[in-house]
Structure formats: structure tokens, C-alpha cells
């Protein structure tokens, strides 16, 4: 089973400040990574797939990168509305699965 | 715009069977993408359960594939999730979702399910 692992568990940054979250997997993943926002009661919902992809909606600040076993989400510039916790997923390997990392909580400082 | 609501019992009695199902509107379970559940037990993180193809073909997390099943009725256009021998640690919010091809990019709210002893 591939594990990700994500660091730091807890970012505790103002709003403007620049975000940098870390996705580490433990053998190549190529660039099969997704990350996932997630709110308190509310599902997660995708910001980024395939690694640097922003999915539909998803506003400009955010930005991912990497490939191979490390991945980074970058949110420019934070908003209030980014505050929450977010996952890494990926879908690799053989047979089938997919895993999300432990998640990094991104609070207000 | 696919929609998944999740549906079934809030309680399940500990070695009993955990069954959900998920309505999908707004798209077919028929059309290419793989279908899936996900857990999230109270505090705590995401953990994949397993998917379906609507050709039948399904994969699971390989510390759960001795007691899950996922299945999909095309003609109702729903899947559903079954776990066997439940315990409290299977407590959790159960979540459906569709993966394509740009991710995993619609999601039920989710429903809590809890074990009782």
C-alpha cells in the first residue's frame, strides 16, 4: 500500500500570507495526485488533480506541483474562505487503490 | 451538475452488516467513471473504501476487501456499499463520490453511521 504523508500537520499562517503544503508518497505515484479542501460538516471538495490541475472553479492562488514521491500545494495569497484542512490522494500502484495523507490543518494565526 | 445523496441506517449493531446506498442524479452510473466510497470516522481523516466501474469491476482497499462489497444497479441508477462484521471503529461519516478522469469531483454530504454495541 502506497502512504502519503503530509507535513507540516498544522500551518498557522495570516490571511495574505503564501501557503506551502508538503505530500510525500512512500514509492512513485508519477504524477497521479490529487488535493482535496475540506471544511467543518462539509465534504471535501477537489482544488487540484493530476498534480497541477486546478479543478472547475478553483480560484488562481492555488497551485500544485511535483511528481514522482513529492507533491506541493501553494496558495498564494490566503484568504479567509482557505482557512480548513487539506488531503492529498493518490491512485497508483498495483492492484488498484487509492490512499489520502493525514491531512494539514491550515488555521488563522 | 451530478448530484450523490447517501442513504441508510444511522445505527448498526456492532458484528452486523453496514449497508448504504448512494442516488446519483444529474449523470449516469453507466458513463465512464469509477464510483466510490470513502470514510471519515469523528476527528479524524479520509480513508478510501472502494470503487466500482459500471462494467462490474470494483477494487478495495486492501484492509477492508474481506468485509466490503460494492455493488451498482444501472437501472436505478445507484450504488451501494456493504461492510460485514462492524465494529466501533467502523464508526464514521460514509461518503460517496465519482472519480473521473479530473479527479475525484462530486461528493454526497456524506451520513454518519454509528456502531452500537
Known amino acids: 500500500e502506497i502512504v502519503l504523508t503530509q507535513s507540516p500537520a498544522t500551518l498557522s499562517l495570516s490571511p495574505g500570507e503564501r501557503a506551502t503544503l508538503s505530500c510525500r508518497a512512500s514509492q512513485s505515484v508519477d504524477t497521479y495526485v490529487a488535493w482535496f479542501q475540506q471544511k467543518p460538516g462539509l465534504a471535501p471538495r477537489l482544488v487540484i488533480y493530476d498534480a497541477s490541475n486546478r479543478a472547475t472553479d478553483i480560484p488562481a492562488r492555488f497551485s500544485g506541483s511535483g511528481s514522482g514521491t513529492d507533491f506541493t500545494l501553494t496558495i498564494s495569497s490566503l484568504e479567509p474562505e482557505d482557512f480548513a484542512v487539506y488531503y492529498c490522494?493518490?491512485?497508483?500502484?498495483?492492484?488498484?487503490?487509492?490512499?489520502f495523507g493525514g491531512g494539514t490543518k491550515v488555521e488563522i494565526k | 451538475q451530478v448530484q450523490l445523496q447517501e442513504s441508510g441506517p444511522g445505527l448498526v449493531k456492532s458484528s452486523g452488516t453496514l449497508s448504504l446506498t448512494c442516488a446519483v442524479s444529474?449523470?449516469?452510473?453507466?458513463?465512464?467513471?469509477?464510483w466510490i466510497w470513502v470514510r471519515q470516522p469523528p476527528g479524524k481523516g479520509l480513508e478510501w473504501i472502494g470503487e466500482i466501474y459500471h462494467s462490474g469491476s470494483t477494487n478495495y482497499n486492501p484492509s477492508l476487501t474481506s468485509r466490503v462489497t460494492i455493488s451498482a444497479d444501472t437501472s436505478k441508477n445507484q450504488f451501494s456499499l456493504k461492510l460485514t462484521s462492524v465494529s466501533a471503529a467502523d464508526t464514521a461519516v460514509y461518503y460517496c463520490?465519482?472519480?473521473?478522469?479530473?479527479?475525484?469531483?462530486?461528493w454526497g454530504q456524506g451520513t454518519l453511521v454509528s456502531v452500537s454495541s
Open positions: 463520490a465519482r472519480d473521473s478522469k479530473a479527479g475525484i469531483d462530486s
Open positions: 490522494q493518490q491512485r497508483s500502484g498495483w492492484p488498484p487503490a487509492a490512499t
Open positions: 444529474g449523470g449516469f452510473i453507466s458513463s465512464n467513471n469509477w
